[in-house]
């Protein structure tokens, strides 16, 4: 037998050993745990709910309880003295209880007296009524002891629902730099997502409305050249009739026009000084100098003001120059 073969049957050897003292480790560990008895936990014993104790009918070890009893004592004698002061002076007492018909008479050297015995209840009264309410225990209900080891859970508080008439989500609404309509949609998005309320919906709905159809009414018509559009566009914006969105979106578009008539107006001049431009293309762009400028001097001219020989004779001119054409 070789000595790899004797290495292997050792090693075998050596590994059933240790299963077996394992096996034998582990059924002792369950032995002993079944010998060992389980230990219960001890029954609480039903304790009695208590009857809780007025305070203002007991007395604690903190000092003496006001109770009702002493507010009712010291009414009473504070009446009593406030009545027996009062009778003397009104000679109440001396007719009705002591029969003097004479009430002018006095009774003697007893009426100080009576004085003085009518002043004791009452300041007895007095005092009573002020320890009544000065003493602990007056008015307050009784506290529920707490349980040691169970410090007292404070409830939080309920999430504050909004009323429904009230409003809310006003940092939820659009941008002011926003055009009217691109306002609304965002304003239905936010109501749908419940982040604004349905008053100020309505309300801010309404207003948008309003912006468009001013905004709507004030943008250049149809039918104006280019420069035009673009002037009345950029004073509408400069009073504020029309929003930042909607200036930055049609301003682009007024000015290509713009250019675009622009650089068609050169060309025209630039074919019409080459030369390569008919008779009836020469006359078209004539024409149409000839109405620019009449157009111009209509709008740089004032209906106030007097006319001018110079622009008189100039317009007239121009008028000879297309009757001939």
């Not at 003697?108 to 005092?127: K, R």
């Not at 003493?135 to 410090?151: D, F, I, N, V």
Request: charged share 35%.
């Amino acid at each position: 037998m070789s000595a790899k073969a004797i290495d292997d049957k050792r090693a075998r050897g050596v590994a059933q050993e240790t299963e077996k003292q394992s096996s034998r480790n582990l059924y002792e560990e369950l032995e002993r745990r079944d010998r060992v008895p389980e230990k219960k936990a001890p029954m609480k014993k039903e304790e009695k709910p208590k009857k809780p104790e007025h305070p203002k009918e007991k007395e604690s070890g903190k000092g003496f309880v006001a109770t009702y009893w002493l507010l009712i004592v010291g009414l009473v004698l504070a009446a009593a003295g406030v009545f027996g002061i009062v009778g003397l002076r009104l000679n109440v007492v001396q007719i009705y209880i002591l029969g003097i018909q004479n009430p002018f008479s006095g009774i003697g050297s007893q009426e100080p007296q009576g004085h003085i015995g009518s002043i004791v209840p009452f300041a007895i009264g007095i005092v009573a009524i002020c320890a009544w309410d000065f003493l602990p225990g007056k008015g307050e209900a009784p506290e529920e002891p707490e349980e040691k080891g169970e410090p007292a859970k404070k409830e939080a508080p309920a999430p504050r629902k909004p009323a429904e008439d009230e409003e809310f989500g006003f940092e939820h609404l659009p941008s002011s730099e926003l055009s009217p309509e691109d306002r609304i949609s965002g304003l239905e998005r936010a109501f749908a997502a419940g982040k604004v309320s349905k008053g100020l919906y309505g309300e801010s709905l309404a207003n948008y409305e309003k912006a468009l159809k001013a905004e709507r009414d004030t943008l250049p018509k149809v039918g104006l050249t280019p420069q035009e559009k673009l002037d009345q566009l950029e004073d509408a914006y400069a009073l504020g009739s029309v929003s930042k969105a909607t200036y930055e979106r049609l301003q682009p578009a007024y000015r290509s026009e713009l250019d675009a008539e622009t650089a068609k107006g050169k060309m025209e001049e630039e074919e019409l000084l080459k030369g390569d431009l008919t008779a009836d293309e020469k006359e078209e762009v004539s024409l149409k100098e000839l109405h620019h400028l009449l157009d111009d001097l209509d709008l740089k001219k004032d209906p106030e003001d007097k006319p001018k020989k110079k622009d008189t004779a100039f317009e007239e001119k121009i008028l000879n120059e297309l009757e001939e054409l």
